[in-house]
């Protein structure tokens, strides 16, 4: 697997029963043997706070950077909140953004899957 591509899944939901959560499951599962996935825990990523952010990023925070750092591909699975983002995926975006100008969201190919049981949202 040295030489496979990498991806991070970044899953917007905490719910137990979230729908998201399975549907990442199905992407990752596909990808076995083809990608080598990362799939940080978004659950214990701190609010973001820019005098938290001079200290130093959390090891949650790190541990999220990395994958992406490494990863070719970002595959966002999340709800949809009163027709936006919702917190946990917007959090991970903002942290995700940082260092400004050098964040490692630049030049990945992202995704976005958004999973809800509504016919029209999401
Ligand atoms: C605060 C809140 C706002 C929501 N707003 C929307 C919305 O704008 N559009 C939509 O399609 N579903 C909305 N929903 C329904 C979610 O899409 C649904 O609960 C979904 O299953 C959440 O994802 P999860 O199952 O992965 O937790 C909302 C749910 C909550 C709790």
């Not at 940082?98 to 999401?122: E, K, Q, Y």
Request: with cysteine.
């Amino acid at each position: 697997m040295g030489d496979s591509p990498r991806l991070t899944i970044l899953v917007g939901s905490l719910r137990v029963g979230s729908f998201n959560q399975p549907a990442a499951q199905v992407a990752a599962d596909h990808l076995a043997g083809k990608a080598v996935v990362s799939w940080p825990d978004l659950s214990s990523v701190p609010f973001f706070n820019q005098d938290g952010e001079a200290l130093g990023d959390p090891s949650s925070v790190l541990t999220m950077k990395e994958a992406v750092c490494a990863s070719q591909t970002v595959l966002f699975f999340t709800p949809e909140y009163n027709s936006g983002i919702p917190a946990v995926t917007k959090n991970a975006v903002d942290w995700l953004s940082r260092p400004f100008g050098n964040s490692c969201l630049t030049d990945r190919i992202v995704g976005v899957a958004a999973v809800g049981p509504s016919s029209s949202g999401a």
